[in-house]
């Protein structure tokens, strides 16, 4: 593989870890962006140097990108709780991040999107990221942007749910989806680095249905499986309470799970963590 200088932006989210870790395993050299340099440790010298800047600030990104090859971002609105928008976040500081790579001649951009973000634009989470995702087609750089199906990490609100002793899912539960391992997506990426511009979706390696997964869910805590399964017209009663009475940031990501969850969401698997393992290892922290 043919080593590259990488400026990677988000290195202290859930995804951006393990691009970091995976990164500096394969030898590329790393500028991580961060707004909070505390939370990064620089165990290696040799392959990464830290900056300290606020995507959401183009002053703060001058020239940051000079002598880099490759950028990848995965900046965007999870649980930030600093008053800014979808807009703010996931489409003008990574349009902030784009200008500065098309100044500096920085040869591809990665993006990170959802799974079928660009079929739910009228979700606010996507809004945002799809806006994006049409600038960078346009800018002239290879892009490659990336749709996972969900995170490992985001399933652990149903475990946190599950400590109760039920689950309660929406419909029949046997919409289906797969979930992807942090790791094993961070592997799928920088495997693609040099590749021409693309869109790729991908999904862990187990396609599992929301029953099944409830079940793996309550059993790592070792409680009886009992799931409570929820009439369809409450989800859109939810849905429609959320967007009528909460802020964009309260409803946003729920807007996602609800509507997705809705049907059946399976993408190419990949990978080779496993969802029941990553239960078992997190029902014990909990």
Partial sequence: MQHTNVLLAGATGYLGRHLLKVLIEKRHQVIAVVRNPDK????????????????????????????I??????????????GLTYMDVDYQANINLLEEAKKAG?????????????????????????????ALKFSGLTYTIVRPNGFFSDMKDVLHMAKSGRVYVFGSGHQKFNPIHGEDLATAIIDALNDKPKEVTIGGPDVLSLNTISQLVLTALNKPVKIVHLPNWLRKLTLWSLRTFTSVKTYGPIEFFLTLMAKDNIAPTYGNHHLNDYFREEAKTI
Avoid: M, W
């Fill in 106 to 134: 920085v040869k591809h951009f990665v993006y990170v999107s959802a799974i079928n973000g660009d079929k739910y634009r009228n979700l606010k989470i996507f809004e945002a990221k799809e806006k994006f995702v049409d």
């Fill in 69 to 82: 090859d490759t950028v990848i971002s995965t900046v965007g609105i999870t649980r930030q709780k600093d």
């Fill in 40 to 67: 990064l440790i620089n165990t290696n010298e040799s392959y990464l140097e830290i900056k300290q800047a606020e995507v959401t600030r183009p002053d703060t990104l001058r020239d940051i990108c000079k002598g």
